[in-house]
Protein backbone atom coordinates (compact mmCIF):
# COMPACT_ATOMS: atom_id res chain seq x y z
CA UNK A 1 0.00 0.00 0.00
CA UNK A 2 1.12 3.71 -0.51
CA UNK A 3 -0.16 6.50 0.22
CA UNK A 4 1.02 10.65 -0.46
CA UNK A 5 0.34 13.40 1.31
CA UNK A 6 1.45 17.37 0.80
CA UNK A 7 2.92 19.74 3.07
CA UNK A 8 4.42 23.53 2.55
CA UNK A 9 7.33 23.60 4.10
CA UNK A 10 7.61 26.25 7.11
CA UNK A 11 9.66 29.71 6.88
CA UNK A 12 10.64 29.02 10.82
CA UNK A 13 11.69 25.31 9.81
CA UNK A 14 14.68 26.78 7.33
CA UNK A 15 17.93 28.01 9.14
CA UNK A 16 20.24 30.45 8.61
CA UNK A 17 21.72 29.02 6.02
CA UNK A 18 18.57 29.68 3.85
CA UNK A 19 17.24 26.07 3.46
CA UNK A 20 15.09 23.68 5.10
CA UNK A 21 16.72 22.40 8.27
CA UNK A 22 17.38 18.72 7.70
CA UNK A 23 15.42 17.88 11.48
CA UNK A 24 12.13 19.59 9.68
CA UNK A 25 12.53 16.40 6.69
CA UNK A 26 12.32 13.84 9.97
CA UNK A 27 8.81 15.94 11.18
CA UNK A 28 7.32 15.93 7.63
CA UNK A 29 7.81 12.15 7.33
CA UNK A 30 6.22 11.56 10.69
CA UNK A 31 3.22 13.61 8.66
CA UNK A 32 2.66 11.69 6.26
CA UNK A 33 2.91 8.74 7.90
CA UNK A 34 0.20 8.96 10.26
CA UNK A 35 -2.14 10.22 7.69
CA UNK A 36 -1.42 6.88 6.16
CA UNK A 37 -2.01 5.11 9.28
CA UNK A 38 -5.08 6.81 9.23
CA UNK A 39 -6.23 5.72 5.96
CA UNK A 40 -5.32 2.01 7.47
CA UNK A 41 -8.09 2.57 10.26
CA UNK A 42 -4.27 3.48 12.57
CA UNK A 43 -5.79 6.04 14.40
CA UNK A 44 -2.36 7.25 16.21
CA UNK A 45 -4.42 9.59 19.30
CA UNK A 46 -6.78 6.28 19.48
CA UNK A 47 -3.71 4.14 19.77
CA UNK A 48 -2.07 6.19 22.60
CA UNK A 49 -5.29 6.50 23.99
CA UNK A 50 -5.30 2.78 24.52
CA UNK A 51 -2.22 2.88 25.93
CA UNK A 52 0.03 2.11 23.50
CA UNK A 53 2.48 4.19 21.51
CA UNK A 54 4.93 3.25 18.69
CA UNK A 55 8.29 4.60 18.25
CA UNK A 56 10.72 4.91 15.42
CA UNK A 57 13.14 2.07 15.99
CA UNK A 58 15.79 3.23 13.01
CA UNK A 59 15.31 5.74 10.39
CA UNK A 60 17.96 6.34 7.28
CA UNK A 61 17.34 9.75 5.01
CA UNK A 62 18.90 10.47 1.77
CA UNK A 63 18.70 14.71 1.25
CA UNK A 64 19.23 15.28 -2.26
CA UNK A 65 18.11 18.42 -3.25
CA UNK A 66 17.92 21.55 -0.38
CA UNK A 67 14.18 22.92 0.11
CA UNK A 68 13.52 26.12 0.45
CA UNK A 69 10.68 28.19 2.72
CA UNK A 70 7.07 27.90 1.31
CA UNK A 71 7.69 25.52 -1.09
CA UNK A 72 4.77 22.67 -1.76
CA UNK A 73 6.10 18.76 -1.44
CA UNK A 74 4.79 15.61 -1.69
CA UNK A 75 5.26 12.63 0.62
CA UNK A 76 4.94 9.41 -0.36
CA UNK A 77 4.36 6.50 1.64
CA UNK A 78 4.36 2.87 0.67
CA UNK A 79 4.77 0.34 3.47
CA UNK A 80 7.64 -2.65 3.52
CA UNK A 81 7.89 -5.12 5.49
CA UNK A 82 5.93 -5.89 8.26
CA UNK A 83 7.23 -8.85 11.16
CA UNK A 84 5.26 -9.70 14.58
CA UNK A 85 6.54 -6.75 15.87
CA UNK A 86 8.24 -4.42 13.23
CA UNK A 87 7.18 -2.86 10.35
CA UNK A 88 9.09 -0.84 7.97
CA UNK A 89 8.01 2.32 5.89
CA UNK A 90 9.79 3.90 2.86
CA UNK A 91 9.11 7.43 1.57
CA UNK A 92 9.90 9.74 -1.30
CA UNK A 93 9.82 13.34 -0.90
CA UNK A 94 9.48 15.21 -3.94
CA UNK A 95 9.07 18.74 -5.05
CA UNK A 96 7.35 19.01 -8.49
CA UNK A 97 9.11 16.26 -10.81
CA UNK A 98 12.46 16.65 -7.79
CA UNK A 99 12.72 14.03 -5.76
CA UNK A 100 14.46 16.00 -2.93
CA UNK A 101 14.73 12.84 -0.35
CA UNK A 102 14.09 9.48 0.32
CA UNK A 103 13.86 7.90 3.59
CA UNK A 104 13.16 4.53 5.19
CA UNK A 105 11.91 3.83 8.62
CA UNK A 106 11.58 0.81 10.95
CA UNK A 107 8.86 1.04 13.98
CA UNK A 108 7.07 -0.79 16.92
CA UNK A 109 4.64 -1.21 18.89
CA UNK A 110 5.08 -0.68 23.27
CA UNK A 111 2.50 -1.07 25.89
CA UNK A 112 2.79 1.45 28.29
CA UNK A 113 5.75 -0.61 29.85
CA UNK A 114 7.60 -0.06 27.02
CA UNK A 115 7.66 -4.02 26.36
CA UNK A 116 6.97 -4.44 22.62
CA UNK A 117 3.29 -6.19 21.51
CA UNK A 118 2.18 -7.49 18.38
CA UNK A 119 1.55 -5.27 15.35
CA UNK A 120 -1.92 -4.86 14.21
CA UNK A 121 -2.99 -6.65 11.29
CA UNK A 122 -3.98 -3.92 9.81
CA UNK A 123 -0.76 -3.10 8.94
CA UNK A 124 -0.19 -6.70 7.05
CA UNK A 125 -2.73 -5.54 4.51
CA UNK A 126 -0.61 -4.93 1.04
CA UNK B 1 12.20 34.98 44.25
CA UNK B 2 14.19 34.85 41.42
CA UNK B 3 16.43 32.70 39.48
CA UNK B 4 18.61 33.00 36.13
CA UNK B 5 19.65 30.17 33.54
CA UNK B 6 22.03 30.38 30.67
CA UNK B 7 21.64 29.03 27.95
CA UNK B 8 23.41 28.65 24.04
CA UNK B 9 21.14 29.32 21.08
CA UNK B 10 20.98 26.88 18.61
CA UNK B 11 21.78 26.51 15.13
CA UNK B 12 18.41 24.86 14.07
CA UNK B 13 17.01 27.60 16.47
CA UNK B 14 17.63 30.30 13.78
CA UNK B 15 15.61 31.05 10.50
CA UNK B 16 16.71 32.09 7.18
CA UNK B 17 16.53 35.48 8.00
CA UNK B 18 20.21 34.73 9.89
CA UNK B 19 18.72 35.18 13.43
CA UNK B 20 16.82 33.40 15.83
CA UNK B 21 13.90 32.40 15.22
CA UNK B 22 11.27 34.60 17.70
CA UNK B 23 9.21 31.34 18.37
CA UNK B 24 12.69 30.25 20.03
CA UNK B 25 12.30 32.76 22.91
CA UNK B 26 9.09 30.94 24.17
CA UNK B 27 11.30 28.09 24.45
CA UNK B 28 13.48 29.68 26.36
CA UNK B 29 11.22 31.22 28.99
CA UNK B 30 9.88 27.79 29.30
CA UNK B 31 13.38 26.03 29.75
CA UNK B 32 14.18 28.88 32.87
CA UNK B 33 10.52 28.55 34.12
CA UNK B 34 11.28 24.96 34.11
CA UNK B 35 14.62 25.74 36.37
CA UNK B 36 13.00 28.08 38.43
CA UNK B 37 10.23 25.92 39.60
CA UNK B 38 12.56 23.01 40.51
CA UNK B 39 14.82 25.07 43.12
CA UNK B 40 11.60 25.96 44.91
CA UNK B 41 10.61 22.13 44.61
CA UNK B 42 8.04 21.74 42.26
CA UNK B 43 9.00 19.27 39.29
CA UNK B 44 7.43 19.68 36.46
CA UNK B 45 7.67 16.03 35.74
CA UNK B 46 6.08 15.22 39.38
CA UNK B 47 3.90 17.85 38.87
CA UNK B 48 2.10 15.61 35.61
CA UNK B 49 2.97 12.24 37.13
CA UNK B 50 0.22 13.34 39.83
CA UNK B 51 -2.44 14.04 36.92
CA UNK B 52 -1.73 18.10 37.09
CA UNK B 53 -0.52 20.21 34.16
CA UNK B 54 0.58 23.73 34.43
CA UNK B 55 -0.11 25.35 31.24
CA UNK B 56 0.12 28.77 29.99
CA UNK B 57 -2.20 31.20 30.27
CA UNK B 58 -1.09 34.15 28.31
CA UNK B 59 1.95 35.57 27.56
CA UNK B 60 3.05 39.00 26.24
CA UNK B 61 7.27 39.59 24.69
CA UNK B 62 8.96 42.30 23.48
CA UNK B 63 11.62 41.60 21.04
CA UNK B 64 14.26 44.21 21.77
CA UNK B 65 17.51 42.87 20.25
CA UNK B 66 18.13 39.88 17.68
CA UNK B 67 19.97 36.86 18.53
CA UNK B 68 22.61 35.18 16.32
CA UNK B 69 23.01 31.45 16.64
CA UNK B 70 25.64 29.99 19.23
CA UNK B 71 25.03 32.86 21.71
CA UNK B 72 25.09 32.71 25.18
CA UNK B 73 22.13 34.34 26.75
CA UNK B 74 20.90 34.44 30.34
CA UNK B 75 17.17 34.01 31.44
CA UNK B 76 16.07 35.56 34.12
CA UNK B 77 13.01 34.63 35.89
CA UNK B 78 11.08 36.83 38.94
CA UNK B 79 7.68 35.46 40.31
CA UNK B 80 5.59 38.11 40.80
CA UNK B 81 1.76 38.25 41.30
CA UNK B 82 0.46 34.84 42.86
CA UNK B 83 -3.23 34.48 43.43
CA UNK B 84 -5.19 31.26 44.46
CA UNK B 85 -5.36 29.97 40.93
CA UNK B 86 -2.90 31.84 38.86
CA UNK B 87 0.72 33.09 38.74
CA UNK B 88 2.61 35.45 36.81
CA UNK B 89 6.51 35.51 35.87
CA UNK B 90 8.62 38.02 34.51
CA UNK B 91 11.40 37.51 32.48
CA UNK B 92 14.63 38.87 30.83
CA UNK B 93 17.20 37.80 28.40
CA UNK B 94 20.04 38.96 28.75
CA UNK B 95 23.44 38.50 26.26
CA UNK B 96 26.62 40.35 28.21
CA UNK B 97 24.98 43.73 29.05
CA UNK B 98 22.25 43.64 26.10
CA UNK B 99 18.69 43.03 27.44
CA UNK B 100 17.11 41.30 24.08
CA UNK B 101 13.55 40.47 25.42
CA UNK B 102 11.30 40.86 28.39
CA UNK B 103 8.36 38.85 28.89
CA UNK B 104 5.74 37.80 31.55
CA UNK B 105 3.80 34.87 31.49
CA UNK B 106 0.81 33.84 33.37
CA UNK B 107 0.26 30.22 34.37
CA UNK B 108 -2.49 28.09 36.18
CA UNK B 109 -2.55 24.67 37.56
CA UNK B 110 -5.22 22.10 36.23
CA UNK B 111 -6.50 18.81 37.09
CA UNK B 112 -6.59 15.94 34.17
CA UNK B 113 -10.14 17.05 33.17
CA UNK B 114 -8.89 20.55 32.62
CA UNK B 115 -10.34 22.04 36.01
CA UNK B 116 -8.89 24.79 38.33
CA UNK B 117 -6.72 23.09 40.96
CA UNK B 118 -5.31 26.21 43.35
CA UNK B 119 -1.81 27.28 43.38
CA UNK B 120 0.91 25.17 45.50
CA UNK B 121 1.78 27.26 48.56
CA UNK B 122 5.44 26.70 47.37
CA UNK B 123 4.73 29.62 44.78
CA UNK B 124 3.82 31.99 47.37
CA UNK B 125 6.75 32.05 49.26
CA UNK B 126 8.94 35.15 47.96
CA UNK C 1 -8.42 43.63 5.63
CA UNK C 2 -8.12 40.22 6.94
CA UNK C 3 -7.47 37.18 5.98
CA UNK C 4 -7.96 33.38 7.47
CA UNK C 5 -5.40 30.25 7.51
CA UNK C 6 -6.59 26.39 8.21
CA UNK C 7 -3.72 24.58 9.48
CA UNK C 8 -3.91 20.70 10.98
CA UNK C 9 -1.87 20.63 13.94
CA UNK C 10 1.13 18.34 14.48
CA UNK C 11 1.90 15.04 16.49
CA UNK C 12 5.43 16.77 16.95
CA UNK C 13 3.85 20.20 18.13
CA UNK C 14 2.33 18.14 21.18
CA UNK C 15 4.31 18.13 24.51
CA UNK C 16 4.20 15.26 27.21
CA UNK C 17 1.25 16.53 28.89
CA UNK C 18 -0.91 15.92 25.91
CA UNK C 19 -1.38 19.25 24.11
CA UNK C 20 -0.24 20.66 21.88
CA UNK C 21 2.60 23.39 23.08
CA UNK C 22 2.05 26.64 23.85
CA UNK C 23 5.55 27.97 21.78
CA UNK C 24 3.77 25.91 18.59
CA UNK C 25 1.04 28.58 18.69
CA UNK C 26 3.61 31.06 17.61
CA UNK C 27 4.15 29.38 14.88
CA UNK C 28 0.86 29.52 13.63
CA UNK C 29 0.49 33.05 13.72
CA UNK C 30 2.86 33.56 11.74
CA UNK C 31 2.07 30.71 8.94
CA UNK C 32 -0.97 32.82 8.84
CA UNK C 33 0.50 36.29 8.63
CA UNK C 34 3.04 35.18 6.05
CA UNK C 35 -0.16 33.78 3.77
CA UNK C 36 -1.85 37.01 4.14
CA UNK C 37 1.46 38.91 3.19
CA UNK C 38 1.08 37.18 -0.16
CA UNK C 39 -2.43 37.88 -0.21
CA UNK C 40 -1.53 41.87 -0.06
CA UNK C 41 1.20 41.26 -2.22
CA UNK C 42 4.02 40.97 -0.03
CA UNK C 43 6.04 37.82 -0.13
CA UNK C 44 8.30 37.39 2.75
CA UNK C 45 11.27 35.25 0.36
CA UNK C 46 11.05 38.33 -2.00
CA UNK C 47 11.08 40.88 1.11
CA UNK C 48 14.46 38.43 2.31
CA UNK C 49 15.98 38.28 -1.05
CA UNK C 50 15.81 42.38 -1.57
CA UNK C 51 18.46 42.16 1.93
CA UNK C 52 15.30 43.10 4.26
CA UNK C 53 14.26 41.21 7.26
CA UNK C 54 10.82 42.20 8.95
CA UNK C 55 10.79 40.68 12.52
CA UNK C 56 8.37 41.06 15.57
CA UNK C 57 8.82 43.42 17.74
CA UNK C 58 6.22 42.34 20.15
CA UNK C 59 3.58 39.73 20.84
CA UNK C 60 1.01 39.24 23.37
CA UNK C 61 -0.85 36.02 23.28
CA UNK C 62 -4.01 34.57 25.18
CA UNK C 63 -4.01 30.81 25.81
CA UNK C 64 -7.85 30.11 26.10
CA UNK C 65 -8.42 26.46 25.35
CA UNK C 66 -6.24 23.27 25.04
CA UNK C 67 -5.40 22.44 21.77
CA UNK C 68 -4.84 18.37 20.87
CA UNK C 69 -2.59 17.00 18.19
CA UNK C 70 -4.16 16.31 14.46
CA UNK C 71 -7.01 19.19 15.50
CA UNK C 72 -7.79 21.67 12.18
CA UNK C 73 -7.83 25.28 13.27
CA UNK C 74 -8.29 28.58 11.23
CA UNK C 75 -5.81 31.37 12.33
CA UNK C 76 -7.41 34.87 11.47
CA UNK C 77 -5.20 37.51 10.64
CA UNK C 78 -6.60 41.51 10.50
CA UNK C 79 -4.54 44.31 9.97
CA UNK C 80 -4.58 46.98 12.63
CA UNK C 81 -2.39 49.76 12.80
CA UNK C 82 0.08 51.15 10.62
CA UNK C 83 2.49 53.74 11.40
CA UNK C 84 5.84 54.76 8.92
CA UNK C 85 8.05 51.87 11.16
CA UNK C 86 5.75 49.31 12.42
CA UNK C 87 2.55 47.78 11.78
CA UNK C 88 0.16 45.67 14.22
CA UNK C 89 -1.79 42.50 13.70
CA UNK C 90 -4.54 41.33 15.57
CA UNK C 91 -5.18 37.08 15.52
CA UNK C 92 -7.74 34.57 16.26
CA UNK C 93 -6.90 30.85 16.59
CA UNK C 94 -10.56 29.16 16.44
CA UNK C 95 -11.44 25.45 16.24
CA UNK C 96 -14.93 25.03 15.13
CA UNK C 97 -16.81 27.78 16.78
CA UNK C 98 -14.41 27.70 19.51
CA UNK C 99 -12.16 30.03 20.02
CA UNK C 100 -8.90 28.83 21.42
CA UNK C 101 -6.78 32.26 21.53
CA UNK C 102 -6.04 35.82 20.78
CA UNK C 103 -2.83 37.39 20.07
CA UNK C 104 -1.74 40.51 18.80
CA UNK C 105 1.74 41.31 17.44
CA UNK C 106 3.83 44.31 16.23
CA UNK C 107 6.36 44.58 13.33
CA UNK C 108 8.84 46.72 11.42
CA UNK C 109 11.42 46.08 8.61
CA UNK C 110 14.70 46.32 8.80
CA UNK C 111 17.39 46.20 6.48
CA UNK C 112 20.35 44.53 6.23
CA UNK C 113 22.38 46.84 9.14
CA UNK C 114 19.20 46.21 10.93
CA UNK C 115 18.51 49.66 10.73
CA UNK C 116 14.06 50.55 10.62
CA UNK C 117 12.82 50.94 7.13
CA UNK C 118 9.29 52.71 5.69
CA UNK C 119 6.56 50.22 5.92
CA UNK C 120 5.63 49.16 2.31
CA UNK C 121 2.27 51.11 1.07
CA UNK C 122 0.75 47.49 0.41
CA UNK C 123 0.68 47.67 4.44
CA UNK C 124 -1.55 50.67 4.51
CA UNK C 125 -4.15 49.35 2.30
CA UNK C 126 -7.33 48.46 4.95
CA UNK D 1 39.53 12.57 16.78
CA UNK D 2 36.26 12.14 19.11
CA UNK D 3 34.25 14.91 21.09
CA UNK D 4 31.63 14.49 23.80
CA UNK D 5 28.92 17.15 24.43
CA UNK D 6 26.34 17.29 27.38
CA UNK D 7 22.87 18.08 26.29
CA UNK D 8 19.84 18.04 29.09
CA UNK D 9 16.51 17.46 26.90
CA UNK D 10 13.68 20.10 27.01
CA UNK D 11 10.31 19.54 27.86
CA UNK D 12 9.26 20.87 25.01
CA UNK D 13 11.35 18.46 23.22
CA UNK D 14 8.47 15.76 24.14
CA UNK D 15 5.82 14.63 22.51
CA UNK D 16 2.14 13.67 23.34
CA UNK D 17 3.61 9.80 24.32
CA UNK D 18 5.60 11.28 26.78
CA UNK D 19 9.02 10.45 25.12
CA UNK D 20 11.10 12.96 23.51
CA UNK D 21 10.28 12.99 19.77
CA UNK D 22 12.57 11.39 17.80
CA UNK D 23 12.98 14.89 15.50
CA UNK D 24 14.83 16.39 18.21
CA UNK D 25 17.63 13.27 18.38
CA UNK D 26 18.77 14.68 15.30
CA UNK D 27 19.13 18.65 16.81
CA UNK D 28 21.19 16.99 19.56
CA UNK D 29 23.62 15.27 16.98
CA UNK D 30 24.05 18.67 15.35
CA UNK D 31 24.67 20.25 18.55
CA UNK D 32 27.37 18.20 19.42
CA UNK D 33 28.34 18.15 15.72
CA UNK D 34 29.04 22.20 15.70
CA UNK D 35 30.90 22.01 19.01
CA UNK D 36 32.67 19.08 17.96
CA UNK D 37 33.61 21.21 14.86
CA UNK D 38 34.90 24.54 16.83
CA UNK D 39 37.33 22.27 18.31
CA UNK D 40 38.92 21.30 14.94
CA UNK D 41 39.15 25.21 13.97
CA UNK D 42 35.91 25.44 12.14
CA UNK D 43 33.24 27.55 13.21
CA UNK D 44 29.96 27.02 11.25
CA UNK D 45 28.84 31.00 11.66
CA UNK D 46 32.15 31.66 9.75
CA UNK D 47 31.67 29.23 7.32
CA UNK D 48 28.52 30.29 5.87
CA UNK D 49 30.12 34.20 6.49
CA UNK D 50 32.25 33.22 3.58
CA UNK D 51 29.03 32.14 1.66
CA UNK D 52 29.30 28.46 1.72
CA UNK D 53 27.13 25.72 3.42
CA UNK D 54 27.69 22.13 4.88
CA UNK D 55 24.57 20.21 4.64
CA UNK D 56 23.43 16.83 5.60
CA UNK D 57 23.98 14.71 2.87
CA UNK D 58 22.69 11.31 4.55
CA UNK D 59 21.99 10.40 8.09
CA UNK D 60 20.65 7.12 10.20
CA UNK D 61 20.06 6.47 13.42
CA UNK D 62 19.13 3.84 15.86
CA UNK D 63 16.68 4.37 18.72
CA UNK D 64 17.59 2.05 21.27
CA UNK D 65 15.58 3.48 24.53
CA UNK D 66 13.62 6.18 24.92
CA UNK D 67 14.22 9.64 26.85
CA UNK D 68 12.45 11.40 28.92
CA UNK D 69 12.16 15.79 29.53
CA UNK D 70 15.18 16.73 32.00
CA UNK D 71 17.37 13.86 31.21
CA UNK D 72 21.07 14.87 31.28
CA UNK D 73 22.53 13.43 27.72
CA UNK D 74 26.30 12.99 26.27
CA UNK D 75 26.53 13.11 22.81
CA UNK D 76 29.86 11.44 21.64
CA UNK D 77 31.13 12.59 17.96
CA UNK D 78 33.93 10.61 15.93
CA UNK D 79 35.09 11.61 13.04
CA UNK D 80 35.24 8.88 10.57
CA UNK D 81 36.31 8.86 6.99
CA UNK D 82 37.22 11.81 4.74
CA UNK D 83 37.25 12.19 1.48
CA UNK D 84 37.62 15.04 -1.06
CA UNK D 85 33.91 16.47 -1.02
CA UNK D 86 32.22 14.56 1.80
CA UNK D 87 33.56 13.39 5.41
CA UNK D 88 31.49 11.25 7.78
CA UNK D 89 30.54 11.04 11.49
CA UNK D 90 29.67 8.50 13.94
CA UNK D 91 27.40 9.26 17.23
CA UNK D 92 26.74 7.89 20.31
CA UNK D 93 24.33 9.55 22.79
CA UNK D 94 23.96 7.80 26.12
CA UNK D 95 22.50 8.57 29.40
CA UNK D 96 24.79 7.46 32.06
CA UNK D 97 26.20 3.76 30.89
CA UNK D 98 23.26 3.79 28.63
CA UNK D 99 23.25 4.03 25.12
CA UNK D 100 20.23 5.51 23.95
CA UNK D 101 20.69 5.87 20.44
CA UNK D 102 23.45 5.43 17.60
CA UNK D 103 23.79 6.94 14.52
CA UNK D 104 26.03 7.85 11.18
CA UNK D 105 25.90 11.38 8.90
CA UNK D 106 27.48 12.07 5.91
CA UNK D 107 28.09 15.90 4.51
CA UNK D 108 30.06 17.96 2.30
CA UNK D 109 30.77 21.54 1.69
CA UNK D 110 29.11 24.02 -0.79
CA UNK D 111 29.41 26.90 -2.18
CA UNK D 112 27.06 29.56 -2.66
CA UNK D 113 25.71 28.11 -5.94
CA UNK D 114 25.12 24.89 -4.11
CA UNK D 115 28.49 23.10 -5.80
CA UNK D 116 30.49 20.60 -4.18
CA UNK D 117 33.97 22.27 -2.66
CA UNK D 118 36.84 20.82 -1.09
CA UNK D 119 36.63 19.74 2.36
CA UNK D 120 38.79 21.57 4.63
CA UNK D 121 41.85 20.19 5.56
CA UNK D 122 40.99 20.48 9.37
CA UNK D 123 39.07 17.85 8.73
CA UNK D 124 41.46 15.14 7.47
CA UNK D 125 43.47 15.32 11.01
CA UNK D 126 42.51 12.88 13.12
Redesign the interface.
Known sequence: MSYQHVIKT???E??????I????F??YL??AR?EYFKTIGCD??EI?KEGN?S?????????LK?L???EEIAVKVVSKNVSRVRFQLEYEISRGSDIVATAISTHCFLNSN?QPIAIPEKFKLK
Chains 1, 2, 3, 4 share one sequence.
Open positions: RYSTAQDGIHHSSIVEIIINEIPVVDLSIRYPKSLF
